[in-house]
């Protein structure tokens, strides 16, 4: 069973950066598939960026084009969302979900997910 551990979550000033990363718990996710997701309460949970298992294709939400950034490491440890020039609306719980690399499919339909994370707070406000 893999389970997912996010860090690097916190309260940032608008225009500020951050560094969320997403470790699997006793193994690697070098063999799977990593989306960020992040939801507002009272909001349904959006995806915000992929990386595929081969670390060759990555997507994005529109809304984050040219601010965020996702990579994995190349040992296959983690895989990390980079975060600059952030916005109050980017305020949410960020979730980080892991998928088979096989299996193919759209970047953020959550139903190709097994493993997700317990969600970490980021907050953008000054």
């Known amino acids: 069973q893999v389970q997912l551990v996010e860090s690097g979550g916190g309260s940032v000033q608008p225009g500020g950066s951050l560094r969320l990363s997403c470790d699997r718990s006793?193994?690697?996710?070098?063999?799977?598939?990593v989306a960020w997701f992040r939801q507002v309460p009272g909001k349904e949970r959006e995806g915000v960026s992929y990386?595929?298992?081969?670390?060759?294709?990555?997507d994005y939400a529109d809304s984050v084009k040219g601010r965020f950034a996702i990579s994995r490491d190349d040992a296959g440890d983690a895989v990390f969302l980079q975060m600059n020039n952030l916005k109050p609306e980017d305020t949410a719980i960020y979730y980080c979900?892991?998928?088979?690399?096989?299996?193919?499919?759209?970047?953020?339909?959550?139903?190709?997910?097994?493993?997700w994370g317990q969600g970490l707070q980021v907050t953008v406000s000054s």
């Open positions: 990386i595929r298992a081969t670390g060759d294709v990555t």
């Open positions: 006793g193994g690697l996710l070098y063999y799977y598939s």
């Open positions: 979900a892991a998928r088979p690399g096989y299996r193919s499919g759209a970047s953020f339909d959550e139903t190709l997910y097994d493993a």
